[in-house]
Structures are given as structure tokens and as C-alpha cells.
């Protein structure tokens, strides 16, 4: 093939490649651009579109500290802000400042596939001149629909995470290129520059992307300190130390921010943290470059003791550097009790639906799975490679640093996978690197040495493509329902949607309802001013009410990043009485709380009297028996169990397809309760009774009720008002009130229920006793 057929065979597989990446990252678009409104693909999107709104109203302000978030005492934002700071000033100059918020959400969700291709050709072409066209190929191919990638930079998924593979990519290119530069001996400020850019980039989008600077920079220091003295290390040294300098003294603005629960230095978050450390690593590599000439034990040696004495100033310095190890692991095996509860912090090996190899294979395909091999082979392949570079004392490695630092990456983003599913998203990069070399080079190339002509070429494709079948088949459990949403929603039929995404959507409208239906509250656009209520719910609804609902909630998808008292109280909430529970909502200024019932902590272990149970199974209301859940087995308990006194029914979301009688949510409004105050017989019972009916449709009775004393009183708090009442969960006109023979009925105002007012009840002590 002469060189015209090769550009136009590059030509036609990029073209090839954008199709096929972008059709495995909008194949689900019937779901996010909906009949009823636009839905994100995942709950962190929701705060990342709250957060740009922001800085798209307040630009350039960036949302730091959050009144909705952690209510009533507000919350630090743990990520950084780049994403949300530069999509808001992407949408400012695409869109104009006028824009509406509908058209800034879709700016904000079309923008992972975007990513997510522009990542896959960037891989190709790194792959195509490091491997060949064929090579290049492949590596697009298989990044384009590995689920793993997709998921993450698929439409609606508007999070840093869409970033991810792009970043490690650079970190791969960048430190490559500097190596090479170095090797070369000329050339080096441009590769030194860009690999400041990424590591300063990478911190300002997500602090996670430690990781991967981590793993190229213990390969580049390896090459700087262990080997013979050669120029080339002293200029690898002297480029990698002004890289890092550089990218401090990018990040100095954010030296000293303290964070109301991490402290002002640790590495989940941005901080002191990041500065520290690229200066540290300057200093140990330009004691490298100083010491380029030495022997390599001398070398070494002043490399550690120059580590030691880092070590110990930054200590004394900073006391918090000591608990950092103890909390990246805390972090990373899943030891607190948030993480783990969130499923992409799962090992990849964990039991899923469908076993743990296929739900492995489903994310990385069986090309993942055999990837320790494929490791072994390409270390073989480097340790092979015949000697490139060997200028006059020039010592230069025997194999491109690209080679070495691919590896690295594959290796570390592999075992951070096993241990959390979600660098699964990163170790796809490597993993179609590592294919593409494959399937690409090596395997052409023994073919080349064993068969003659175009045989070889044959055998190369017919290779590539018995793999790419055999292994890629697990995917298709990923993208087949997807499909077939997509031909349900062409023909006008209902789609069937995931579990959690016919939760999430229930979700997003019972918000939707919120923000109309609720009092509003101040401050969503202004941190300065503190809202006058809050919303509690499953931790895991929090972003979506925040974004959509506009209200502050106590606990959100933060977790325990923003405080324990929180995080404690509101899982206490849920397996509290009601005494207790309203006890807390006065304590945390909660008006509104969501109920639902899941196999989740703190919600799937509850005793009889718990909110959950009365309030979710029991609408709150009296009953003899009640429902409890021990051990992972639901039963009846018998016994008497008192309605609430300060919680009443406001809205019910519609019922869970795969169980109808169980609605997804229900929205209970604490109030303080009408203080009904009434006469009946010494020693009567005075039973209180009122018709509800929700939105659903679905009516049932409420049911309490309170013993005269000896002096012939009767005192009872009620929830629900007959008057003013909030139009959702429609009362009867009155109470039906009866002790003892007689009856009589009792309208309630909505001022009574909500003050606490005192009412005055029937009199019913001319009943018989």
C-alpha cells in the first residue's frame, strides 16, 4: 500500500473510530433526553450541573462552600473545580450569559462523549506511532466500546470521571516525550512544559489523578537514580524537576485551603497537599540531575536522604502528613462505612448479578481478564529489545520509555481496578494500549518471521479479529439493553428502563415536585445566605434534590466527606422512633423528609417501631402489627404501635414496577402537630380516625388515639390538617372522632398543625364509661 492508500486508510478508520465511540456513548439517549424532561446519567452529574449554574450566574466565582450541602452548618465541595469552572465558561461564550438553564444542561451532558472521543482518537493516533496504523486501530477499536470507558464518558454523564482516560493518556504521552526529549539531547522545554500542564490540569479536575502521576513518576525516578552515570539522566532529572516546579507554583493558589473536615492537607482533596508534593518531587529529582555523573549507590543515596529529610521537615511542618497513608487506605479497602456503600468502590472481582468473572468481563471484556498475560509479554518484549541510542556516554535505555511507562500504568491502574471497579475507567487506556501492541506489532511481527508474503498480513487480521469477537462478547450484556430501549422508544412503545434508572428518574420528578410544592428557600445562588430549611433523605438522593428540588439536604452523595455528625445522625434517623427522629429534625432545622425502602445501610436493617417501618410500610399510621427487617428477612411483629405525632404524608412517588403495592418514595413534612385538647369519661379511649388520599390515587385511613386521664381530659397531637391543608395528599373534611358510644368530628387548620397550636377537641364525657 503506498503512502496515499495508508492516509486514506488512517483517514477512514478515525472516521470509523469517532462513529463507532460515539454511538456506544449516545446509544442510551432515549433515557437522558426524555418525554418528561432532560435526565442525567448519574447522581454526581446533578451537582456538577448545580455547581456550573453557578459560576455560569456568578462567573468567574467557583462554589466553594455549599449552604445546601451538610445542613444546616454547609459543606466544603471536595472535587475540584475544573470541570464545572470551564464548562460554565464554555457555555458563556457558546451559549451567551443569557442562556437558560435547560440549554446549559444540554451543553453540560453532550460534553462526556465528546470527551470520551476525543480520547479514543488520541489513543489511536498515540497507538498508530507507536504500533503502526494496525496497531493504532485496534487501540481505537477497543476503547471505543470497552464499557468501561464508555460508562464513563457515555451522554448524561457529566462528571471529571469523562476525563479520566484522557488524563492518563497525557501523563503517558507527556512523561514519554520528555524521555525521549532527554535521550535526544535537545528539545527538552516544550515535553517539560506539557508534562507541568497535565500534572497541574489533572490536580484542577480531580485530585484522583495521583494516581496516575504517581506511577510515571516512580518509573522516571527509577530511570534517573538506578543505571550508570549518563547525560541523558542528569537531563531527564533537570526537566522532570522544572516540570514539577512548575506545576507547583501553578497550584500555590490553593496552598493553605482548609477544609472543614479533611483538614488543609490531605490528597482526596485540593489543597496544600498537591503543591507539597510536586515540590518534593522537584527537589529529590534535582538532586538526581546534580548527581547525574555519580555512581549509582552514591546516587541513590542522595536521593533517599534527600526523600528522608523532605520527609521530616514536611512532618514537623504538617502533622496531618502522617495520617494521610492511613486514610488513602482507609480510602482505597473500602474500610469506612461510606465507601462501602458506594458500588463503584467495589472490587472489580466483587459477586455482581451475574457472578464475578462476567461482571469483570462485562466492564473490561475477556481482553481484561487475560490482561496479566499480555503484561508478561510485553515485559518480555522490553526486556528483548535490542539496544537503541547507544551514543558515547550516553548509556540510553534499550527500549523506547514509552515502552517502560505503559507498563507501569497498566500494571498500577490494573490492581487499583481489583481493589475499586471504578479505575476500570483509567485502565482502559493502558489495557487498549496494550492490544493494540498486541494484536498490532508483536503478533504481525512473529508472524512475519514464520509466514511469508501477504500471509502474514492475513493471518495478522483473521488473528485480530477471532479475538476481538471471542473476547468482546460479555459486553453485549452492556449495550444490548440499551438497544433495545432505543427500538422501543422509535417505535413509541415503553422502555425498560434499569432499576436504578427508574429510581433516579422517580426521583428527579418527586424533586421536581418539591421545588414547586415546598416553600422556597434562600440562598441557592449566594453562599452568604443561610436557607431556612432542609430536606433529609437516603444519602444517595442528595445531589438530585440539591440540583433539581433546589433545596438543602443533611447527608448527600458526599457521604461522611463533609462531616460525621451528619452522616451519623441522618442513618440514626431512619431506625429511630419518632420521638427521637423529631428530636433530630429540630435539631438540624429538617422540614421535609423522603422515605424509601431499599437494600441499602442504613436502610436495610430496621425494627418494628423505626421510621422506615412505620412511616414507609405503615403510612405513619396506628397499627397492632408492624413490619420489621433482621438479618436479611422481612416479617410481621405484633404489638401496639402508635401513629405519628409530627409527620404526615405529603406525596407518594408511583409504585416500582416490579412491585406494584410499594411506591419508590414518600415525602413526610414535619410538623409541630395540633395540640387537640378535649373531655371524655376518666379512663376512656378516644380514638381518632381521618380519610387520606394520595396523588396515586390510593386512599387509607389514619388512625391515633389518646386516654382520658383520671381528671376526665384527653390530650393527642395530630399531623394532619382538614383546613388549609397541602393539596397532594387530600384530607377528609374532618377528624371522626368516638369514645366510648359517642361521636363526633373535628376540623383542624393548617395554622394549628404547623404552630403547634392548641385545639380544642369534642367533648365527649357524657359517653358511657
Given at each position: 500500500?503506498?503512502?496515499?492508500?495508508?492516509?486514506?486508510?488512517?483517514?477512514?478508520?478515525?472516521?470509523?473510530?469517532?462513529?463507532?465511540?460515539?454511538?456506544?456513548?449516545?446509544?442510551?439517549?432515549?433515557?437522558?433526553?426524555t418525554?418528561?424532561?432532560?435526565r442525567?446519567a448519574?447522581?454526581d452529574?446533578?451537582?456538577?450541573?448545580?455547581?456550573?449554574?453557578?459560576?455560569f450566574?456568578?462567573?468567574?466565582?467557583?462554589?466553594?462552600?455549599?449552604?445546601?450541602?451538610?445542613?444546616?452548618h454547609?459543606?466544603d465541595?471536595?472535587?475540584?473545580?475544573?470541570?464545572?469552572?470551564?464548562?460554565?465558561?464554555?457555555?458563556?461564550?457558546?451559549?451567551?450569559?443569557?442562556?437558560?438553564?435547560?440549554?446549559?444542561?444540554?451543553?453540560?451532558?453532550?460534553?462526556?462523549?465528546?470527551?470520551?472521543?476525543?480520547t479514543?482518537?488520541?489513543?489511536?493516533?498515540?497507538?498508530a506511532?507507536?504500533f503502526g496504523?494496525?496497531?493504532?486501530?485496534?487501540?481505537?477499536?477497543?476503547?471505543?466500546?470497552?464499557?468501561?470507558?464508555?460508562?464513563?464518558?457515555?451522554?448524561?454523564?457529566f462528571?471529571?470521571?469523562?476525563?479520566?482516560?484522557?488524563?492518563?493518556l497525557?501523563?503517558?504521552?507527556?512523561s514519554?516525550?520528555?524521555?525521549?526529549?532527554?535521550i535526544?539531547?535537545?528539545?527538552?522545554a516544550?515535553?517539560?512544559?506539557?508534562?507541568?500542564?497535565?500534572?497541574?490540569?489533572?490536580?484542577?479536575?480531580w485530585?484522583?489523578?495521583?494516581?496516575?502521576?504517581?506511577?510515571?513518576?516512580?518509573?522516571?525516578?527509577?530511570?534517573?537514580?538506578?543505571?550508570?552515570?549518563a547525560?541523558?539522566?542528569?537531563r531527564?532529572a533537570?526537566?522532570?524537576?522544572?516540570?514539577?516546579?512548575l506545576?507547583?507554583?501553578?497550584?500555590?493558589?490553593?496552598?493553605?485551603r482548609?477544609?472543614?473536615?479533611?483538614?488543609?492537607?490531605?490528597?482526596?482533596?485540593?489543597?496544600?497537599?498537591?503543591?507539597?508534593?510536586?515540590?518534593?518531587?522537584?527537589?529529590?529529582l534535582?538532586?538526581?540531575?546534580?548527581g547525574?555523573?555519580?555512581?549509582?549507590?552514591?546516587?541513590?543515596?542522595?536521593?533517599?536522604?534527600?526523600?528522608?529529610?523532605?520527609?521530616?521537615?514536611?512532618?514537623?511542618?504538617?502533622?496531618?502528613?502522617?495520617?494521610?497513608?492511613?486514610?488513602?487506605?482507609?480510602?482505597?479497602?473500602?474500610?469506612?462505612?461510606f465507601?462501602?456503600?458506594v458500588?463503584?468502590?467495589?472490587?472489580?472481582?466483587?459477586?455482581?448479578?451475574?457472578?464475578?468473572?462476567?461482571?469483570?468481563?462485562?466492564?473490561s471484556?475477556?481482553?481484561?481478564l487475560?490482561?496479566?498475560?499480555?503484561?508478561v509479554?510485553?515485559?518480555?518484549?522490553?526486556l528483548?529489545a535490542?539496544?537503541r541510542?547507544?551514543?558515547?556516554?550516553s548509556?540510553?535505555?534499550a527500549?523506547p520509555?514509552?515502552?517502560?511507562?505503559?507498563?507501569?500504568?497498566?500494571?498500577?491502574?490494573g490492581?487499583?481496578?481489583?481493589?475499586?471497579?471504578?479505575?476500570?475507567?483509567?485502565?482502559?487506556?493502558?489495557?487498549?494500549?496494550?492490544?493494540?501492541?498486541?494484536?498490532?506489532?508483536?503478533?504481525?511481527?512473529?508472524?512475519?518471521?514464520?509466514?511469508p508474503?501477504?500471509?502474514?498480513?492475513?493471518?495478522?487480521?483473521?488473528?485480530?479479529?477471532?479475538?476481538?469477537?471471542?473476547?468482546l462478547?460479555?459486553?453485549?450484556?452492556?449495550?444490548?439493553p440499551?438497544?433495545?430501549?432505543?427500538?422501543?422508544?422509535?417505535?413509541?412503545?415503553?422502555?425498560?428502563?434499569?432499576?436504578?434508572?427508574?429510581?433516579?428518574?422517580e426521583?428527579?420528578s418527586?424533586?421536581?415536585w418539591?421545588?414547586?410544592?415546598?416553600?422556597?428557600?434562600?440562598?441557592?445562588?449566594?453562599?452568604?445566605?443561610?436557607?431556612?430549611?432542609?430536606?433529609?433523605?437516603?444519602?444517595?438522593?442528595?445531589?438530585v434534590?440539591?440540583?433539581?428540588?433546589?433545596?438543602?439536604?443533611?447527608?448527600?452523595?458526599?457521604?461522611?466527606?463533609?462531616?460525621?455528625?451528619n452522616?451519623?445522625?441522618?442513618?440514626?434517623?431512619?431506625?429511630?422512633?419518632?420521638?427521637?427522629?423529631?428530636?433530630?429534625?429540630?435539631?438540624?432545622?429538617?422540614?421535609?423528609?423522603?422515605?424509601?425502602?431499599?437494600p441499602?445501610?442504613?436502610?436495610?436493617?430496621y425494627g418494628?417501631?423505626?421510621?422506615i417501618?412505620?412511616?414507609?410500610?405503615?403510612?405513619?399510621s396506628?397499627?397492632?402489627?408492624?413490619?420489621?427487617?433482621?438479618?436479611?428477612?422481612e416479617?410481621?411483629?405484633?404489638?401496639?404501635?402508635?401513629?405519628?405525632?409530627?409527620?404526615?404524608?405529603?406525596?407518594?412517588?408511583?409504585?416500582?414496577?416490579?412491585?406494584?403495592s410499594?411506591?419508590?418514595?414518600?415525602?413526610?413534612?414535619?410538623v409541630?402537630?395540633?395540640?387537640?385538647?378535649?373531655?371524655?369519661?376518666?379512663?376512656?379511649?378516644?380514638?381518632?380516625?381521618?380519610?387520606?388520599?394520595?396523588?396515586?390515587g390510593?386512599?387509607?385511613?389514619?388512625?391515633?388515639?389518646?386516654?382520658?386521664?383520671?381528671?376526665?381530659?384527653?390530650?393527642?397531637?395530630?399531623?394532619?390538617?382538614?383546613r388549609?391543608?397541602?393539596?397532594?395528599?387530600?384530607?377528609?373534611?374532618?377528624?371522626r372522632?368516638a369514645?366510648?358510644?359517642?361521636?363526633?368530628?373535628?376540623a383542624?387548620?393548617e395554622?394549628?398543625v404547623?404552630?403547634g397550636?392548641?385545639?380544642?377537641?369534642?367533648?365527649?364525657?357524657?359517653?358511657?364509661p
Amino acid at each position: 500500500m503506498g503512502a496515499v492508500g495508508r492516509r486514506l486508510a488512517a483517514g477512514l478508520g478515525l472516521l470509523l473510530l469517532i462513529g463507532l465511540a460515539w454511538a456506544a456513548r449516545t446509544i442510551d439517549a432515549p433515557t437522558i433526553f426524555t418525554d418528561r424532561g432532560i435526565r442525567p446519567a448519574g447522581p454526581d452529574a446533578y451537582y456538577h450541573l448545580r455547581r456550573t449554574a453557578f459560576s455560569f450566574a456568578r462567573f468567574p466565582r467557583v462554589l466553594e462552600h455549599d449552604r445546601y450541602l451538610n445542613f444546616p452548618h454547609g459543606g466544603d465541595v471536595i472535587w475540584s473545580p475544573g470541570l464545572d469552572w470551564s464548562t460554565a465558561a464554555l457555555a458563556r461564550l457558546w451559549l451567551g450569559p443569557g442562556a437558560e438553564a435547560p440549554a446549559l444542561d444540554r451543553l453540560a451532558l453532550t460534553l462526556p462523549p465528546l470527551l470520551g472521543v476525543l480520547t479514543v482518537l488520541c489513543t489511536a493516533v498515540y497507538a498508530a506511532r507507536r504500533f503502526g496504523l494496525a496497531g493504532g486501530l485496534v487501540s481505537g477499536a477497543l476503547l471505543a466500546v470497552l464499557p468501561g470507558h464508555a460508562l464513563y464518558s457515555r451522554l448524561g454523564m457529566f462528571d471529571h470521571h469523562a476525563l479520566e482516560g484522557l488524563f492518563t493518556l497525557a501523563f503517558l504521552s507527556a512523561s514519554g516525550a520528555t524521555w525521549s526529549a532527554a535521550i535526544g539531547g535537545s528539545g527538552l522545554a516544550l515535553p517539560a512544559l506539557g508534562l507541568a500542564a497535565t500534572a497541574a490540569l489533572a490536580f484542577l479536575f480531580w485530585p484522583g489523578l495521583l494516581l496516575q502521576l504517581a506511577l510515571v513518576d516512580a518509573v522516571i525516578v527509577a530511570a534517573v537514580f538506578l543505571g550508570r552515570p549518563a547525560r541523558w539522566r542528569g537531563r531527564l532529572a533537570g526537566a522532570g524537576a522544572a516540570a514539577h516546579a512548575l506545576a507547583a507554583l501553578a497550584l500555590l493558589p490553593w496552598w493553605g485551603r482548609e477544609w472543614s473536615y479533611w483538614g488543609d492537607f490531605a490528597p482526596v482533596v485540593l489543597g496544600t497537599f498537591q503543591p507539597w508534593l510536586l515540590a518534593c518531587l522537584a527537589v529529590v529529582l534535582a538532586v538526581g540531575a546534580l548527581g547525574a555523573r555519580a555512581r549509582p549507590l552514591a546516587r541513590c543515596g542522595a536521593g533517599a536522604a534527600a526523600a528522608l529529610v523532605l520527609a521530616v521537615l514536611s512532618a514537623v511542618a504538617f502533622p496531618d502528613l502522617l495520617e494521610v497513608p492511613a486514610r488513602m487506605w482507609s480510602w482505597l479497602a473500602r474500610t469506612d462505612d461510606f465507601q462501602a456503600q458506594v458500588s463503584e468502590s467495589l472490587p472489580l472481582l466483587a459477586a455482581g448479578r451475574h457472578g464475578r468473572l462476567a461482571t469483570a468481563a462485562q466492564l473490561s471484556s475477556l481482553l481484561g481478564l487475560a490482561s496479566p498475560l499480555v503484561l508478561v509479554l510485553h515485559a518480555r518484549g522490553l526486556l528483548r529489545a535490542p539496544a537503541r541510542h547507544r551514543g558515547e556516554g550516553s548509556a540510553a535505555p534499550a527500549t523506547p520509555p514509552e515502552g517502560w511507562l505503559l507498563f507501569a500504568l497498566a500494571c498500577g491502574l490494573g490492581l487499583a481496578a481489583l481493589a475499586q471497579r471504578r479505575f476500570v475507567n483509567a485502565f482502559s487506556v493502558p489495557l487498549a494500549l496494550l492490544y493494540g501492541w498486541l494484536l498490532g506489532a508483536a503478533i504481525p511481527a512473529w508472524l512475519r518471521s514464520r509466514v511469508p508474503g501477504q500471509a502474514a498480513r492475513g493471518l495478522s487480521a483473521a488473528a485480530a479479529a477471532i479475538v476481538g469477537i471471542a473476547s468482546l462478547t460479555p459486553i453485549a450484556a452492556v449495550y444490548g439493553p440499551a438497544l433495545a430501549r432505543r427500538e422501543a422508544h422509535a417505535q413509541g412503545r415503553p422502555m425498560r428502563l434499569a432499576p436504578d434508572v427508574w429510581r433516579r428518574h422517580e426521583l428527579h420528578s418527586l424533586a421536581a415536585w418539591l421545588r414547586q410544592a415546598t416553600p422556597p428557600t434562600s440562598g441557592y445562588l449566594d453562599p452568604g445566605v443561610a436557607p431556612e430549611y432542609g430536606i433529609l433523605a437516603h444519602w444517595s438522593d442528595g445531589h438530585v434534590i440539591e440540583a433539581v428540588a433546589q433545596r438543602p439536604t443533611v447527608v448527600s452523595n458526599f457521604g461522611n466527606d463533609l462531616g460525621e455528625a451528619n452522616w451519623r445522625a441522618a442513618a440514626r434517623y431512619f431506625s429511630a422512633g419518632e420521638a427521637e427522629a423529631s428530636a433530630l429534625l429540630d435539631r438540624l432545622k429538617v422540614r421535609y423528609v423522603i422515605l424509601e425502602w431499599r437494600p441499602q445501610p442504613p436502610l436495610q436493617e430496621y425494627g418494628p417501631g423505626s421510621m422506615i417501618a412505620r412511616g414507609f410500610f405503615g403510612d405513619g399510621s396506628e397499627q397492632e402489627t408492624s413490619q420489621r427487617r433482621h438479618g436479611g428477612v422481612e416479617t410481621r411483629v405484633a404489638g401496639s404501635f402508635p401513629a405519628f405525632e409530627r409527620h404526615r404524608l405529603i406525596q407518594e412517588s408511583a409504585p416500582k414496577p416490579w412491585a406494584p403495592s410499594q411506591p419508590f418514595f414518600k415525602v413526610y413534612e414535619h410538623v409541630a402537630g395540633a395540640r387537640v385538647e378535649g373531655r371524655a369519661p376518666p379512663g376512656a379511649l378516644v380514638r381518632f380516625a381521618l380519610g387520606l388520599t394520595t396523588p396515586r390515587g390510593r386512599s387509607f385511613t389514619w388512625r391515633s388515639h389518646a386516654r382520658a386521664g383520671a381528671d376526665g381530659r384527653y390530650r393527642i397531637r395530630l399531623p394532619y390538617s382538614t383546613r388549609g391543608a397541602p393539596p397532594a395528599v387530600r384530607p377528609a373534611a374532618a377528624y371522626r372522632v368516638a369514645a366510648a358510644g359517642l361521636r363526633a368530628s373535628l376540623a383542624v387548620d393548617e395554622a394549628a398543625v404547623q404552630e403547634g397550636r392548641r385545639v380544642r377537641g369534642p367533648d365527649l364525657s357524657a359517653a358511657r364509661p
